[in-house]
């Protein structure tokens, strides 16, 4: 195993269960780093083993909750999800393909995403204002708002505009709490990472490819590990600290790039 392969593994798997649950878009670090660093893609094995340790620590950590809804205590949570995850599984399958296929220059990319951080980055700011403002006594989310969540879903197929960012932003706007908007966004995360790792899992079947047991090993728990630590530190700082952190950062990095890759 050559020590290069290894960091970019582990730097690779720590950018994603970092970036996964926060608002700032995982799949936009993860493009970054490689193009910064001038690392070969890293291949469809290790991004299934990465977005599979997101996925199993966010089951993790809400294991009571899943357990409810496997028993058939909580289908009203469970049809929720379920509406909610419907219009990203329809556009995934409609655009993934054009989207990864016409995104390949640093250059486009980069504006992409720039662009996208700007604009979701601005959003998620408005948003947290109207929910301070008009914050509901009731936190329970209803159909009519979670299929509103699961529109905005289509958007974090755009590199750069996170998908916990737009349906974080989406239950803020509609008078939700923080937490409430974060939580909904993490367990809303399973089935999209699940449509994530099917879609990869296929195209592996389709064009097979080598893959070091070692290196997705090592993939997975880093992503676990980390994506566990970054969902237990958002969600109990999350209404102690302020929105403005994640918007600057965005807007940061949308300079950043836009000067890089000028």
Same mark, same amino acid.
């Given at each position: 195993m050559q020590e290069t392969n290894f960091i970019q593994w582990v730097l690779l798997a720590l950018v994603q269960g970092l970036t996964e649950y926060l608002p700032i878009s995982s799949s936009a670090h993860l493009i970054l780093v490689s193009k910064v660093m001038s690392w070969k893609d890293q291949g469809l094995v290790m991004d299934i083993a990465a977005h599979g340790g997101s996925l199993i620590a966010v089951m993790w950590y809400f294991k009571k909750e899943l357990a409810k809804l496997f028993q058939g205590n909580n289908w009203p949570l469970f049809n929720k999800l379920a509406l909610a995850s419907i219009p990203l599984a329809i556009f995934g399958f409609i655009f993934a393909d054009y989207i990864e296929?016409?995104?390949?220059? !640093?250059?486009?990319? @980069?504006?992409v995403i720039a662009i996208s951080s700007i604009v979701? %980055? $601005?959003? $998620? &700011?408005?948003?947290?204002?109207?929910?301070?403002?008009?914050?509901? *006594?009731? *936190?329970?989310?209803?159909?009519?708002?979670?299929?509103?969540? %699961? $529109?905005?879903?289509?958007?974090?197929?755009?590199? =750069?505009?996170?998908?916990? %960012?737009?349906?974080?932003?989406? @239950?803020? @706007?509609? =008078?939700?709490?923080? #937490?409430?908007?974060?939580?909904?966004?993490?367990?809303?995360?399973? !089935?999209?990472?699940?449509? #994530?790792? @099917? &879609? =990869?899992?296929m195209k592996i079947v389709k064009q097979p490819e080598e893959y070091n047991i070692m290196g997705v090993t090592t993939v997975f728990v880093v992503s676990f590990m980390s994506s566990l630590l970054s969902i237990k530190i958002f969600l109990k700082f999350i209404e102690k600290i302020s929105i403005s952190v994640f918007v600057w950062y965005r807007l940061f990095l949308a300079l950043a790039l836009l000067w890089y890759f000028r």
């Open positions: 296929n016409n995104l390949r220059s !640093p250059q486009i990319i @980069a504006q979701f %980055g $601005l959003l $998620l &700011y408005a948003s947290d204002k109207i929910s301070q403002k008009n914050r509901l *006594q009731q *936190q329970n989310i209803k159909f009519k708002q979670a299929s509103l969540i %699961g $529109l905005s879903q289509i958007f974090a197929l755009i590199p =750069g505009a996170s998908r916990s %960012g737009v349906t974080m932003t989406a @239950a803020m @706007a509609q =008078g939700f709490s923080r #937490t409430k908007a974060a939580e909904f966004s993490f367990l809303l995360a399973i !089935p999209a990472l699940l449509m #994530t790792t @099917a &879609y =990869g899992i």
